[in-house]
């Protein structure tokens, strides 16, 4: 029975207080509501991906006195730089190149071996399964019998317009 | 029947199943362009080298693809629909058969002239002549005239059975307490051979039917002899 008891009221009376103190409203309306600061709180991370190629840090974080002095000549015209110092910098930078990253693995010789494998299990259960738990098939089955019931097929003309009457030559006696 | 390792359709007995198979030639087709397309867009997604990380909806292509299917629905299901109501067609039959499901066998009745009642049971495979069908083969076979329109009217003594044909492309519930028809006719002269349809029982498997279509001299000599047997 939906009797206003006490304990009812009091429960009705507290959840009508948190809301009027707490709700996302209320909170809103205190206040401007531009956005403080969007902040990215997370870790900076190197990563290799062909997807998102430039990541949030540099792959080699502390550098050795060589690579300061090659960062410094970097700032310089860039044709000063031989090949190997730009292959360097890469370096400094990047972990691996995009052909690098798109190179093939061998995995697919795993997937592919395994997959063999367990067709080949399966063919043996199969194979022992025909040697040891199926009975003997209908006498129907003999290739006698088979040989018989094609012959009785071709003689009632069954399927004779694109089945199997229709690839007999009766006239010649063979099979078109 | 169908020879072995067939997959297919057997060949077409009455106009009927002629256009049941055209409908299934085109269903396959449509179905085959789509699978293919399918394929295509899968494989070539997969094998892109680049990935576009911004896309997020389209809505274009979203009513492309609602569109699209939709009329190609319509391309199916118009020749179906015209087919099922060909199919309701009564076309003034020459005859009226009633074949009856029992457990486990078929009987057939010719009340148009004289009574005329048979049953058919299946012959069990260890008396079969070599040659003969296995499971197919019945005793009594139900023998119609070629090309006359023939109703058949449907029951059943004691559970659901249903009479089936694939060459001919009958099917058709025999229920108790219930006359289900159809119409049918033979297109070619030969032996048909089908099955009971719908789960009655220990030997469910092993009450086939088998249509015998003959020319009409040939059928009012067996009909004679069914007479003067019974």
């Keep these: 029975m939906l009797h206003l008891t006490t304990g009812r009221v009091g429960s009705l009376l507290a959840q009508r207080v948190t809301a009027a103190l707490t709700s996302s409203s209320v909170r809103m309306a205190s206040h401007g509501h531009e956005v403080a600061a969007n902040e990215d709180l997370s870790q900076p991370m190197y990563w290799d991906s062909t997807n998102v190629p430039l990541p949030d840090r540099r792959y080699k974080v502390t550098l050795s006195s060589e690579d300061e002095r090659l960062k410094q000549k970097e700032k310089g015209p860039w044709d000063q730089l031989s090949k190997e110092e730009k292959l360097a910098l890469y370096r400094l930078s990047f972990s691996q190149t995009f052909s690098e990253m798109n190179q093939p693995s061998a995995e697919w010789k795993t997937v592919v071996g395994t997959i063999f494998i367990f067709l080949g299990l399966t063919g043996l259960i199969v ?39 229709s690839k007999w030559d009766y006239e010649k006696g063979q099979w078109k | 029947m ?9 060949d077409a007995a009455s106009p009927l199943m002629e256009e049941l198979l055209h409908f299934h030639d085109h269903t396959l087709m449509v179905i085959l362009m789509i699978s293919t397309l399918v394929l295509y867009t899968i494989i070539t997604m997969t094998l892109a080298k680049l990935t576009d990380m911004l896309v ?19 391309f199916i299901a118009l020749p179906s ?19 009856t499901g029992h457990q486990w066998y078929w009987s057939y009745e010719y009340s148009d002239y004289e009574n005329l009642e048979f049953d058919a049971y299946m012959i069990p495979t260890q008396d079969l002549t070599p040659g003969q069908f296995r499971l197919l083969e019945a005793d009594h076979r139900m023998v119609i005239p070629v090309e006359s329109p023939i109703r058949a009217l449907v029951s059943a003594e004691d559970v659901l059975h249903s009479w089936a044909h694939p060459r001919p492309g009958i099917k058709v519930d025999a229920i108790p307490g219930r006359l289900n028809q159809t119409t049918f006719m033979a297109s070619h002269p030969g032996v048909f051979f089908g099955q009971c349809s719908e789960i009655c029982g220990a030997n469910h498997s092993f009450m086939p039917i088998a249509i015998e279509a003959v020319p009409l001299p040939h059928f009012e000599n067996w009909t004679s002899l069914m007479i003067e047997d019974a």
């Design chain 1, 127 to 165: 194979w022992w399964q025909k040697v040891y738990v199926f009975p003997k098939p209908p006498r129907t089955f003999d290739d006698e019998w088979q040989a018989k019931q094609l012959q009785r097929m071709l003689e009632m003309r069954m399927n004779p317009i694109e089945g199997i009457s």
């Design chain 2, 56 to 74: 997020l909806d389209s809505q274009e292509i979203e009513v492309i693809w609602t569109i699209l299917p939709a009329i190609v629905l319509t």
């Design chain 2, 81 to 99: 629909l015209r087919i099922l109501y060909l199919m309701d067609e009564v076309s003034d039959p020459h005859l009226t058969i009633k074949a």
């Design chain 2, 2 to 10: 169908a020879h072995p390792t067939q997959s297919g359709f057997q």
